[in-house]
């Protein structure tokens, strides 16, 4: 098992009172994946240095997983598939 760290922006259009259950619903994605989420932070709605989907900010989640690298690619692609995520980059932590 390696250890990963997982960045996410969830779109503005979940209200800041529905942001614990957004962020449960994509750790469920993750976990269904087969990874193991150790720790999930909330860091708040932040402006974005660009605009994304035409959206100029949102609210940013880091969570540190535990998973093998073939699990890595099936959170990709269900992350892809979650519409609450705007962006999300994963990471091997050293």
Do not use: C, H
Request: net charge neutral; hydrophobic share 40%.
């Amino acid at each position: 098992m390696r250890e990963y760290e997982l960045v996410y922006i969830l779109t503005p259009e979940v209200a800041e009172d529905a942001v614990p259950e957004a962020m449960e619903r994509v750790n469920r994605v993750i976990a269904g994946r087969g990874a193991n989420v150790m720790q999930s932070e909330r860091w708040g709605r932040r402006r974005l240095a660009y605009p994304i989907k035409r959206f100029l900010e949102g609210t940013y989640v880091v969570n540190q997983l535990q998973m093998t690298p073939e699990r890595a690619v099936e959170v990709d692609s269900g992350l892809k598939l979650t519409e609450e995520v705007l962006r999300y980059l994963l990471v091997r932590r050293d």
